[in-house]
């Protein structure tokens, strides 16, 4: 009898310690898993959207066992310290331009080349090609899995002229975003410095630049129609187009189950196909019609003056790209592979 009942107590404490430290993850009252997302931009920027739209659709897909929780305007990290904290796994998603990082992976410096993208579509398209893979292999590399694939197209905005060609540049204080815009425009003689986009505004009040480049939507978002008197839009040509894309954590993509896993692809199938390009395609026009009504001098580049930026490209960013970083040339090569 004593040996029955110290198993019928054994029994019970199993039964007690399943049901207390098991049970819960099953139960539909368990507690989500709260995700991260950091991004410089400022709150209601198509980014941010982004962001937020796509995790309401997780979760929704997840029946709630995953929230997002996004911090816009660098309220949760600053720009340049998210890659370090995807790293670590300090930080579970980031909206983030791949280029901030080339500082420490170089080959990065591929997703912001001078005229290498020659629209938002082609950008996008990378995703299905060598060029994507190739980058995306590189983020894995480094401890981060892409999401979303999210290009934007750029222009240069100026206080003291309009900036036609790469002449244009010279005696500027300038913002260019990128390290291999930032050569290549140093060689036409401008002053460089480097910051997020989101600190241009303060910058240029305070004429520590009176020249940039950024993103459609950064020009609108953070409201630089107010301190900028001229403007190189990128309507029908433009030298400069950007990924800025939604990226995780690989530490905490490898947390998820296989069936929240297979929920985040089915989410950005859909957003790839459906809503980016959707909200994407009216950027410039957003543009145009804000800086019209603010008063500032527009100009939409040439096919003629467009060439010649390639010409200069080729000569400063392409060649010091594929000298300098392993693998380079043939990063390169596939870029130009992607706009055929």
Same mark, same amino acid.
């Given at each position: 009898m004593k040996k029955c009942a110290k198993t019928l107590v054994f029994l019970t404490m199993v039964f007690f310690l399943t049901s207390v430290f098991i049970m819960p993850a099953n139960r539909a009252d368990a507690a989500p898993l709260v995700l991260k997302v950091s991004h410089q931009f400022a709150a209601g920027d198509v980014r941010d959207e982004m962001a937020k739209v796509f995790g309401k659709m997780v979760t929704e897909k997840t029946n709630g066992e995953i929230e997002f929780r996004v911090y816009p305007a660098q309220s949760l990290f600053k720009a340049n310290t998210q890659w370090d904290a995807l790293q670590k796994g300090a930080l579970d998603l980031a909206v983030y331009p791949l280029d901030y990082a080339s500082g420490k992976v170089p080959q990065l410096s591929i997703t912001l080349m001078?005229? #290498?993208?020659?629209?938002? &579509?082609? $950008?996008?398209?990378?995703?299905?090609?060598?060029?994507?893979?190739?980058?995306?292999?590189? /983020?894995? =590399?480094? $401890?981060?899995?892409?999401? /979303?694939?999210?290009?934007?197209d750029g222009g240069v905005g100026s206080k003291v002229r309009q900036v036609k060609l790469?002449?244009?540049?010279? $005696?500027?204080? /300038?913002?260019?975003?990128?390290?291999?815009?930032?050569?290549?425009?140093?060689?036409?003689?401008?002053? @460089?410095?480097?910051?997020?986009s989101s600190e241009t505004y303060h910058a240029l009040s305070t004429g520590v630049l009176d020249t940039m480049l950024t993103s459609t939507a950064s020009f609108v978002s953070f409201r630089l129609y107010e301190v900028?008197?001229?403007?190189?839009?990128?309507?029908?040509?433009? @030298?400069?187009?950007?990924?800025?894309?939604?990226?995780?954590? &690989?530490?905490?993509?490898?947390?998820?189950t296989p069936s929240q896993q297979k929920a985040f692809q089915e989410v950005e199938e859909y957003?790839?196909?459906?809503? @980016?390009?959707?909200?994407?395609?009216?950027? #410039?026009? !957003?543009? @145009?019609?804000?800086? #019209? !009504?603010? $008063?500032? =001098?527009?100009?939409?580049?040439?096919?003629?003056?467009?060439?010649?930026?390639?010409?200069?490209? &080729?000569?400063?960013?392409?060649?010091?790209?594929?000298?300098?970083?392993?693998?380079?040339?043939?990063?390169?090569?596939?870029?130009?592979?992607?706009? !055929?």
């Amino acid at each position: 009898m004593k040996k029955c009942a110290k198993t019928l107590v054994f029994l019970t404490m199993v039964f007690f310690l399943t049901s207390v430290f098991i049970m819960p993850a099953n139960r539909a009252d368990a507690a989500p898993l709260v995700l991260k997302v950091s991004h410089q931009f400022a709150a209601g920027d198509v980014r941010d959207e982004m962001a937020k739209v796509f995790g309401k659709m997780v979760t929704e897909k997840t029946n709630g066992e995953i929230e997002f929780r996004v911090y816009p305007a660098q309220s949760l990290f600053k720009a340049n310290t998210q890659w370090d904290a995807l790293q670590k796994g300090a930080l579970d998603l980031a909206v983030y331009p791949l280029d901030y990082a080339s500082g420490k992976v170089p080959q990065l410096s591929i997703t912001l080349m001078p005229c #290498t993208v020659a629209s938002i &579509k082609q $950008g996008s398209d990378w995703r299905n090609k060598p060029i994507g893979k190739k980058v995306e292999g590189l /983020l894995l =590399e480094n $401890g981060v899995r892409n999401v /979303l694939w999210a290009w934007f197209d750029g222009g240069v905005g100026s206080k003291v002229r309009q900036v036609k060609l790469p002449a244009d540049v010279e $005696g500027t204080k /300038l913002r260019a975003a990128g390290k291999k815009f930032e050569f290549m425009l140093g060689k036409a003689g401008a002053s @460089i410095t480097s910051m997020p986009s989101s600190e241009t505004y303060h910058a240029l009040s305070t004429g520590v630049l009176d020249t940039m480049l950024t993103s459609t939507a950064s020009f609108v978002s953070f409201r630089l129609y107010e301190v900028l008197k001229y403007l190189n839009v990128p309507r029908d040509y433009s @030298i400069w187009f950007m990924s800025e894309n939604l990226i995780m954590s &690989k530490k905490t993509w490898d947390r998820l189950t296989p069936s929240q896993q297979k929920a985040f692809q089915e989410v950005e199938e859909y957003m790839h196909e459906t809503w @980016i390009p959707e909200n994407f395609k009216n950027l #410039t026009d !957003k543009l @145009i019609t804000e800086y #019209t !009504k603010a $008063g500032v =001098e527009l100009h939409y580049m040439t096919k003629d003056e467009f060439d010649k930026w390639l010409a200069y490209a &080729k000569e400063t960013a392409w060649k010091e790209f594929a000298n300098t970083v392993d693998g380079g040339q043939e990063l390169l090569d596939m870029a130009l592979d992607a706009m !055929k």
